[in-house]
């Protein structure tokens, strides 16, 4: 079955770009949408935003002019930039697979497979 | 301040029913498909329920999901103490922002 499994600093300083990266094994990442989420410190998670196999992207707004997420789909990962950071950055954070699709004017998008996480604290 | 407002906790003793809460707005909820998701503390969340009620397999029938309007919700009936869990999540698309949104997290308690 499809595994996502996350890799990348856990330390980065402030102001610096924090960068991740998802490879995604068991299946191949040439569909599908391919996420990132976040989840601080005791708190709720936070959708930061997916790119579509083709290429097409889709962030939170909240995060939009600091984030970029890319496919290398001939090394089966994607991978996620996120510049400028602060202390608020500090999270458990996760990627995983999207399902996306209409059914007339409704829209089903849901989150089927997760990778296990990679906890990243920004602190000098 | 989530876009989805869910209960922060829900408590019930093994073996009753429980259901969470989850509510919204025309441009999510109302309008589309609701996701359900559980969290154990230091592990991903894990897909419970999508497209309103439809269970992933491997999921117990335990579980089940419902759409009302602008509402949803997750009932779990036969309550067992591996059931709680830091956070149970709703989530969905909102036509408006365009982004995914999920609640605020519920905290099951199995007395």
């Known amino acids: 079955q499809v595994q996502l499994q996350e890799s990348g600093p856990g330390l980065v300083k402030p102001s610096e770009t924090l960068s991740l990266t998802c490879t995604v094994s068991?299946?191949?990442?040439?569909?599908?949408?391919w996420n990132w989420i976040r989840q601080p410190p005791g708190k709720g998670v936070e959708w930061i935003g997916y790119m579509y196999y083709s290429g097409s992207t889709n962030y939170n707004p909240s995060l939009k002019s600091r984030v970029s997420i890319s496919i290398d789909a001939s090394r089966n990962q994607f991978s996620l930039k996120l510049s400028s950071v602060t202390a608020a950055d500090t999270a458990v954070y996760y990627c995983?697979?999207?399902?996306?699709?209409?059914?007339?004017?409704?829209?089903?998008?849901?989150?089927?497979?997760w990778g296990t996480g990679t906890t990243v604290t920004v602190s000098s | 301040q989530s876009v989805l407002t869910q209960p922060p906790s829900v408590s019930a003793a093994p073996g009753q029913k429980v259901t969470i809460s989850c509510s919204g707005s025309?441009?999510?909820?109302?309008?589309?498909?609701v996701a359900w998701y559980q969290q154990f503390p230091g592990t991903a969340p894990r897909l419970l329920i999508y497209?309103?009620?439809?269970r992933p397999s491997g999921i117990p029938d335990r579980f089940s999901g419902s759409k009302s309007g602008t509402s949803a919700t997750l009932g779990i009936t036969g309550l067992q103490t591996g059931d709680e869990a830091d956070y149970y999540y709703c989530?969905?698309?909102?036509?408006?922002?365009?982004?995914?949104?999920f609640g605020g997290g519920t905290k099951l308690t199995v007395l």
């Open positions: 025309s441009s999510n909820i109302g309008n589309n498909y």
């Open positions: 995983a697979r999207g399902v996306y699709g209409n059914r007339g004017p409704s829209t089903y998008y849901y989150m089927d497979v």
């Open positions: 989530g969905t698309w909102d036509s408006s922002l365009r982004v995914w949104v």
């Open positions: 068991g299946g191949s990442i040439n569909s599908y949408y």
């Open positions: 497209e309103n009620n439809k």
